[in-house]
């Protein structure tokens, strides 16, 4: 095993695997020997010859940025090195297409198709878990949905389903324009997933949110798995209520049963957070391969999002468009999310946080490039504002913000039945569908067992692309088949909703 890496043949700068000491003196192919004259932790970059002020620093073959200074050959780069070469809006006419002729989704399967045991609804989705969900329309009814869902999981142990649950969030109410549209979206858009067996919606009688203007807004649902409670118009104890037709609920989710069926019915969300050095290195290429097998071999579907993390490259993905309809879509994709920064006088390229910069990454490009590997190379067959759901087949461009829960949340309202979620700073968090973690390096697998599923890190170790892709592809189908993920075994089943507006 090397103790660093070069990416790419054009990179002038290389990603040290392991801590390197100054005066270490390291072969690069296309550079020779290099001497380091400073320390270089793991993950972090070191120039493989002097670099100009002014001068862009390479990474995955595409710059990452312009050094702030002049960079001697085997010095350490980070953040305080390098700036950013991102601005405002492109209009990006000179991007071609570089995928005519797509081949549909799943065209490239050979012999059996790979399947998994799911809950079969009756519209026709999937569900890789049975759960039963409360939701309310509005925050106000928090504390009456916690009483609700603890006196049912009391009483039934919550024995044939996998799990009871509340949803609870701060919004419904109070809210104008697209804040309030986002909140319904979001909502309506559980209602229709096919993770849960039975849901609850919870509502207070007097809120923006309006229970039946809701209803109104959910369109066509399954009206013995989906009931609506208004807890003004009852009579008496609303708790007591409420856990009456949360058991009736229960009662009739246990009938379901998981049936076999083929893994293009999967929809998979693909996500980083507390990225570091090995990100695009390791856990997001591995997720980019996933996603090929999935979409290319099975027919099935991922989405990427966090549409500020693909701020230097986006024209990637615009060149992976299927046709000029979704090219254009990704155009509006990007430069509606930067106006959204411009409006609110915020530069578009300030994102990488703290943990970001302490792992290694120096720049939004550098960022971008590593996170965008997560969607791999097939064509992109979708594109979907915020709140929208999925209803193509194959990769699909989600709108929504960097921000984990919100993003994840997004994901996962979209249809996804599952979210992988790559860190090399690892968290806890899980949105409210099984959301797996990837970590980037071996070292955080070690440290957080109970927050980390799958250990990325060994593909810089002693393993192929294809020995842990193989792994990696059985473990997904295990948790498909219901194998619990370390966010559920901890009880963690969180929301939350993207604001942007005027709180009344």
Not at 34 to 48: N, R
Request: net charge negative; glycine share 12%.
């Amino acid at each position: 095993m090397k103790d660093f890496l070069k990416i790419n043949s054009a990179d002038n700068v290389a990603v040290a695997i392991n801590p390197l000491a100054k005066g270490t003196v390291v072969t690069v192919d296309g550079a020779g020997d290099v001497t380091l004259v400073s320390d270089i932790p793991a993950g972090h970059k070191f120039a493989l010859r002097d670099i100009a002020e002014g001068e862009n620093v390479i990474k995955y073959g595409f710059p990452i940025g312009h050094a702030r200074h002049a960079v001697s050959k085997g010095q350490f780069l980070d953040h305080n090195d390098i700036k950013t070469n991102l601005e405002g809006q492109l209009d990006y006419s000179d991007i071609s297409i570089k995928n005519h002729d797509c081949p549909a989704p799943g065209t490239a399967l050979n012999g059996k198709e790979a399947t998994f045991r799911g809950y079969v609804r009756p519209d026709g989705q999937v569900g890789i878990r049975n759960e039963i969900w409360v939701l309310p329309t509005v925050g106000c009814v928090n504390g009456i949905i916690k009483q609700i869902v603890d006196r049912v999981n009391a009483e039934t142990k919550a024995e044939g389903v996998d799990g009871i649950f509340a949803f609870p969030h701060n919004y419904g109410c109070s809210q104008l324009g697209d804040d309030h549209e986002n909140t319904k979206k979001i909502l309506r858009d559980m209602v229709h997933h096919p993770n849960a067996g039975g849901i609850l919606v919870v509502g207070l009688g007097c809120e923006n949110n309006q229970p039946k203007v809701f209803e109104e807004f959910c369109g066509e649902y399954d009206r013995e798995r989906v009931k609506f409670m208004v807890c003004q118009d009852i009579e008496g104890d609303e708790v007591e209520a409420g856990v009456k037709m949360l058991t009736d609920l229960y009662e009739k989710a246990r009938k379901y049963e998981r049936t076999e069926v083929p893994a293009s019915k999967l929809r998979i969300g693909l996500k980083c957070g507390g990225s570091d050095g090995f990100s695009g290195i390791t856990a997001n290429p591995l997720l980019g391969e996933f996603s090929d097998w999935l979409c290319d071999v099975e027919g099935g579907t991922t989405v990427l999002t966090e549409v500020p993390e693909m701020f230097g490259a986006e024209t990637i993905l615009m060149e992976r468009c299927a046709n000029d309809k979704l090219l254009g879509e990704t155009v509006s994709l990007i430069n509606n999310f930067k106006e959204y920064f411009l409006s609110h006088g915020e530069p578009v390229g300030e994102n990488p946080s703290p943990g970001n910069k302490a792992g290694g990454i120096s720049t939004l490009e550098e960022k971008a490039l590593g996170c965008t590997q997560k969607s791999g190379k097939s064509p992109v067959f979708g594109v979907m504002e915020y709140g929208e759901r999925i209803s193509e087949h194959g990769l699909n461009l989600l709108s929504a913000p960097g921000n984990d829960l919100v993003a994840s949340t997004a994901l996962a309202a979209a249809g996804c039945q599952m979210v992988l979620f790559t860190t090399g700073r690892g968290t806890p968090f899980g949105t409210f569908v099984p959301t797996m973690k990837v970590s980037t390096n071996s070292g955080l697998a070690k440290r957080k067992p109970t927050w980390i599923d799958f250990n990325a890190g060994r593909l810089v170790e002693d393993q192929t692309m294809d020995q842990v892709l193989k792994e990696f592809i059985d473990y997904v189908l295990s948790v498909a088949n219901g194998e619990l993920v370390n966010s559920e075994k901890a009880g963690i089943h969180e929301i939350s909703i993207f604001k942007n507006g005027v709180t009344l």
